[in-house]
């Protein structure tokens, strides 16, 4: 072969491998966080003035008493808040709610973990009104099941044993058919209604999340979304299922 054809046939080779050098790079740009991206702005932007915000270094941490600033029939009848539940719905044997000391440190940067941890009963994230936010299970590590259901408000939404009010679904006062941020999970990404900004329904990887721009990150980050789901064709639907896509930081009440 002469030395001319060899040249050409080299950067047809060299082309080719940049060009799929190229595509991986995109790839991996488009599903995994890197940990280059800061929350912190888009925190003290959008949680209300009642959540106390600090930073240090390289984490967040919020500060809530856990009480919704909408309408709830777990306010009581006779507060300026109180709704009743949706028709055919009511209380559990968990009547009433009370505030809490919840406080959740998340990183300001957050990544995608090595090893993904499940997530379990309690608080997973706090929403931006300073609601925890639980997963898809009940007490004995259970999923929700119908009879559950019909203890939620309008936001899908009830409080445990010990009287703390909590979000499982998307709901009235929180997120419905939207792309609307409701808070961000222990491991420090976002979650956002089930539509991304585009309108569109994203397709969702295995945590409930996928890497692109969002209202609050338009050049781009790893986010959740609710799941698309008409849980038990109830009408609600699941915030978050399955396991972190990043290293949880702390919740304590």
């Excluded at 006779?78 to 009370?98: C, I, K, Q, R």
């Excluded at 929403?127 to 899908?156: H, M």
């Excluded at 961000?184 to 089930?194: E, K, M, Q, S, T």
Aim: aromatic content about 12%; glycine content about 12%; charged content about 15%.
């Amino acid at each position: 072969m002469s030395k001319a054809k060899l040249r050409i046939v080299g950067v047809g080779l060299l082309t080719i491998f940049v060009g799929i050098y190229s595509c991986k790079k995109d790839t991996d740009n488009n599903t995994e966080a890197t940990g280059d991206v800061s929350i912190i702005s888009a925190v003290q932007a959008n949680y209300i003035s009642a959540v106390a915000i600090a930073t240090s270094g390289s984490s967040i941490t919020l500060k809530s008493n856990g009480l919704p600033n909408h309408k709830t029939p777990y306010w009581g009848v006779g507060n300026d808040l109180y709704e009743d539940f949706p028709a055919g719905f009511h209380a559990n044997v968990n009547t009433s709610m009370s505030a809490h000391n919840y406080s959740m440190t998340i990183p300001s940067m957050p990544a995608k973990a090595t090893s993904h941890e499940a997530t379990t009963l309690g608080p997973i994230g706090m929403a931006i009104n300073g609601v925890p936010i639980y997963n898809d299970r009940e007490g004995g590590n259970i999923p929700l099941d119908s009879l559950t259901l019909t203890t939620f408000d309008y936001s899908g939404a009830h409080p445990g044993p010990g009287k703390d009010y909590h979000y499982h679904t998307t709901g009235r006062y929180t997120s419905m058919d939207d792309a609307k941020l409701i808070g961000f999970l222990r491991d420090g990404f976002p979650i956002y209604g089930r539509k991304d900004t585009t309108g569109a329904y994203p397709t969702l990887d295995e945590y409930g999340g996928h890497t692109g721009p969002t209202q609050d990150f338009p050049n781009g980050i790893y986010h959740y979304h609710a799941a698309n789901v008409n849980y038990l064709n109830s009408g609600y639907f699941v915030l978050k299922a399955g396991s972190y896509y990043g290293t949880k930081g702390t919740f304590t009440q």
